[in-house]
Structure formats: C-alpha cells, structure tokens
T-cell receptor, first 113, second 112 residues
Framework: EAGVVQSPRYKIIEKKQPVAFWCNPISGHNTLYWYLQNLGQGPELLIRYENEEAVDDSQLPKDRFSAERLKGVDSTLKIQPAELGDSAVYLC???????????FGEGSRLTVL | GQQLNQSPQSMFIQEGEDVSMNCTSSSIFNTWLWYKQDPGEGPVLLIALYKAGELTSNGRLTAQFGITRKDSFLNISASIPSDVGIYFCAGNYGGSQGNLIFGKGTKLSVKP
C-alpha cells in the first residue's frame, strides 16, 4: 500500500511570495490533516478534513493560509503571502474515520528568506 | 487548550539499555498514539492504544494507556543504534480521530 505522498519535499522562497503544497492520502482514507511542525516541536494541527468537508480549521491562519480538498481525495495547502515565521515543515496525514490511527507523509520543508 | 507534557525531553543511553518515556495530559483522552520521527522524515506510527489499562507491544516496544486515561508510557527494551530519533506521544480527546494533539517529543540518542 502506497503511503501519504507530499510535494514538494523542499521549497525556498522569498517573503511575500506565494507557495503551495500538495498531498495525496493513502487510498481509501477519508480523513486528511495538515499539520505544522516547527523545529524541536511536535506537529500542530492546521486543518482537518472528513471527506471533502473541512471539519476543523480553527487553527488555520485564514488571512494568509487556505486549503482545499476537492473530490475528497488529494489536497493543497496554500500560503499567500508567505512570512519569515512560516518557515517550518508542513505535514500531511490521513486515516479512516473508523480508526484512531493517522499516517503521515514525509513533509514539505519551507524556508522563507 | 489541551496540553500534553512529554518527558524526558532528551535521553542519551548506552546500547542495550532499556528506555522509558511518558506523557501526561490535562484532560481525559480516548486514544493514545506513539510515533517515531527520523530527521527529515514524517512521524511513523509505532503503537496505538484505545482502552484504559491497555498494554500493547510491537517488537521491543511496549506502551500502556494509563488507567486514569490522562497518561501513557512507552518502553523500549534492549536499545539499538537504529532506535535513535524523536519519539512523540499523541492523544485524541474527541470523537473518532478528532482533535489529535502531540507532545513535544523525546529525543533519544544511543551510544554504541
């Protein structure tokens, strides 16, 4: 079974530029999460989807961050414009509603200069 | 909001030694998960716990869901160099998968 696929793995941009990350979850998984991980910290939830519905986006900074999960499969997370403090690893995870287990992708490391 | 306290923050041990780390929460959790993260990689699920008092093993790893539902521990027996990494606990205090939050991690270093 293929795991959660994320791209790009690395991205370096200048502040105020836009950036987008893509995630393809494990086939058959109906929940999808975007997490933010700062250096030396645990992952922090940005947004949670059940199928195509965003059921928890309370931690998503909506002034500059947006996410979508069209058709309830893959998802994109966008930042526009990026700020220096956005430098971090953006992790995508997926799972089944019937299970408490989440499976993570390798992450997209963002550096904002 | 909900908080997880994970300890110790870091450990430096000799190969072959046993390791123990734990997590405590300010609220009752329905699920405890333990993950390992290697540098530059995403967290990998090690063990999932669903019932208070549950004790589950995965090879040399053993984890327990505390009976108060506010804590969990992870033990690694006979550590080897490839156990090096950061171990995260995660807890779910809502229904199904909702509201999964993570501890800050325990960094494990193993001296051959």
């Amino acid at each position: 079974e293929a795991g959660v696929v994320q791209s790009p793995r690395y991205k370096i941009i200048e502040k105020k530029q836009p950036v987008a990350f893509w995630c393809n979850p494990i086939s058959g998984h109906n929940t999808l999460y975007w997490y933010l991980q700062n250096l030396g910290q645990g992952p922090e939830l940005l947004i949670r989807y059940e199928n195509e519905e965003a059921v928890d986006d309370s931690q998503l900074p909506k002034d500059r961050f947006s996410a979508e999960r069209l058709k309830g499969v893959d998802s994109t997370l966008k930042i526009q414009p990026a700020e220096l403090g956005d430098s971090a690893v953006y992790l995508c995870a997926s799972g089944r509603l019937s299970s408490g287990e989440l499976f993570f992708g390798e992450g997209s490391r963002l550096t904002v200069l | 909001g909900q908080q997880l306290n994970q300890s110790p923050q870091s450990m430096f041990i000799q190969e072959g030694e046993d390791v123990s780390m734990n997590c405590t929460s300010s609220s009752i959790f329905n699920t405890w998960l333990w993950y390992k993260q290697d540098p530059g990689e995403g967290p990998v699920l090690l063990i999932a716990l669903y019932k208070a008092g549950e004790l589950t093993s995965n090879g040399r790893l053993t984890a327990q869901f505390g009976i108060t539902r506010k804590d969990s521990f992870l033990n690694i027996s006979a550590s080897i160099p490839s156990d090096v990494g950061i171990y995260f606990c995660a807890g779910n205090y809502g229904g199904s998968q909702g509201n999964l939050i993570f501890g800050k991690g325990t960094k494990l270093s193993v001296k051959p």
